[in-house]
């Protein structure tokens, strides 16, 4: 049975009637489950974790727009976060059995039919992009709700679906597919800051690193030691055993040794296993081999 | 929901009508999946994969004992691979969601129903054993069927459960509870069989290595290489990514490297998930953190 995650973020943090009306209305959807709920108050913003397949989807996400662009005003909304959208962003992951070509095909069949019901414009982000220039998330968002009219006048900016104008409550929302994300830190046994920055830079794609890794040098004042705080958003292509591997490299070149490092969250299974398969250079490995994956999928027939 | 699984041993490789109805009883259990059917001629022995709860068990490894105790007269049986009764052995192995303890209980509630509906001798083993000299399945099956008779006249092969003499046409029956075994291989870049062998005995509990352990070097005659190979009987207190830099350590001391390893056939996924624990010094990592383990505890809410 496949599994896809999504984790729509919407702009209401605060009125807990409307984040549980929100709630409701997707928990009342045959085949989808509410993993999470996360609202930040000082953000004025909520986090849905949904987990189903497709189907699931396709019913469920409509009614968390229905229920959200009922109740959320963008005119007088207030946060720190930064928002475009009363639905502000809907992203699709792939986790089991699942392809992420289908879960771009997810992200548009969506986007259209919201599109359509709610005459409300929607941009596709990462996998499902339309356009270089508009994968990156923040590069959609950038100037916010109350820029939205003024940029949508730039023929960049023409939505990929619904009218080329913004809703007059709810703005845009933006729809895609992506990896799941990796919240990893690794700790160094020092308390020289300069060198969590380094490691960082040598690490990070932005400045020359590995492709899927985004990396920063933080100090942990209370224990005294440093931080290489990091995102990995494509494990398949950019492995956390080849994260710390490099990291641990990098270290040794001030005389640094790894302290420990930590996942922070969750993680996918196969991340786990690619790492087990490299230390124990494993030949031949497949997925099928592990006890639980044969359990389950037999679990299916 | 508790996930065990039960791989039952019978003494017949060659009849299939007899295989096809032991396999057509436990089908027709329900919340008992019969996972896998392996039948060797030449052993005259068939090997069962099982998975279901405890209920399931108990329901299905009776039907079991009734078909195959119904077809199989071990005074005519035949065959390469040693035995002592018509169903050999009967081990119950901890996987999701239970305990080792839950599966001796389980063995014993077995034992004792099996016993007392077919009036066969049971002998319990491994973790459920009752008797440091009756826990390895080789020293309990030692005589086989022709000897049991003489074999149950002393005191010391009292059986667990059931008469003190052999069932006629059944032998006697082991049952227990173990951990799932890890057959798990390493090889060596060099054609030195002497090597291969030394790591083994310096590796294997039975001369003084890691206690889980049980190893023999071997040559890959093909491949012109050698390899460790080995069975993991409890990779919780003896882990596999301890093995394997032992291992190394131990080949480098004859200025050999390994080449790769392997796994053969299944493995638990927390043996794979204690092994990228390790080689990335991952601190305060819970089982909870992983996506799908995750997801499968909120299904069954």
Redesign the interface.
């Known amino acids: 049975m496949a599994?896809i995650?999504c984790v729509p973020n919407i702009s209401e943090g605060r009125r807990t009637n409307v984040i549980e009306a929100v709630r409701a209305a997707l928990s009342a959807v045959p085949g989808l489950?509410v993993?999470d709920v996360q609202s930040d108050a000082s953000h004025n913003r909520s986090v849905f974790t949904l987990?189903g397949d497709a189907d699931a989807m396709k019913a469920g996400i409509p009614k968390l727009f229905e229920s959200a662009l009922a109740a959320i005003d963008l005119r007088t909304h207030q946060g720190e976060h930064p928002r475009l959208g009363a639905v502000d962003v809907v992203p699709f992951i792939p986790?089991?059995g699942v392809t992420m070509e289908a879960c771009v095909e997810l992200a548009k069949a969506v986007a259209a039919d919201v599109a359509a019901r709610f005459s409300l414009p929607v941009y596709l982000y990462e996998d499902a992009s339309s356009n270089p220039a508009r994968k990156n998330l923040e590069d959609i968002r950038r100037g916010e709700f109350e820029g939205l009219a003024a940029k949508m006048t730039q023929p960049a900016w023409v939505p990929d679906y619904g009218p080329a104008t913004p809703h007059q409550t709810a703005g845009a929302t933006v729809i895609g597919a992506r990896m799941?994300l990796i919240a990893y830190n690794i700790?160094l046994a020092t308390n020289r800051l300069d060198v969590a920055k380094k490691i960082a830079s040598a690490i990070r794609m932005s400045s020359g690193g590995l492709r899927y890794v985004k990396a920063m040098g933080i100090a942990l004042e209370d224990r005294g030691i440093v931080q290489v705080s990091m995102n990995l958003t494509n494990y398949e292509k950019t492995p956390?055993?080849r994260v710390?591997d490099l990291v641990k490299r990098e270290a040794a070149r001030y005389g640094v040794t790894?302290?420990?490092?930590?996942?922070v969250?969750?993680?996918?299974?196969a991340a786990?296993?690619q790492?087990?398969?490299y230390?124990?250079?494993?030949?031949?490995?497949t997925p099928g081999?592990?006890?639980?994956?044969?359990?389950?999928s037999?679990?299916a027939e």
């Open positions: 599994v995650e489950r993993l987990a986790i089991e799941p700790n956390i055993f710390f790894v302290l420990e490092s930590e996942i969250g969750l993680v996918p299974a786990l296993m790492t087990a398969e230390f124990l250079q494993l030949e031949g490995f081999q592990v006890l639980e994956n044969k359990l389950s037999r679990r």
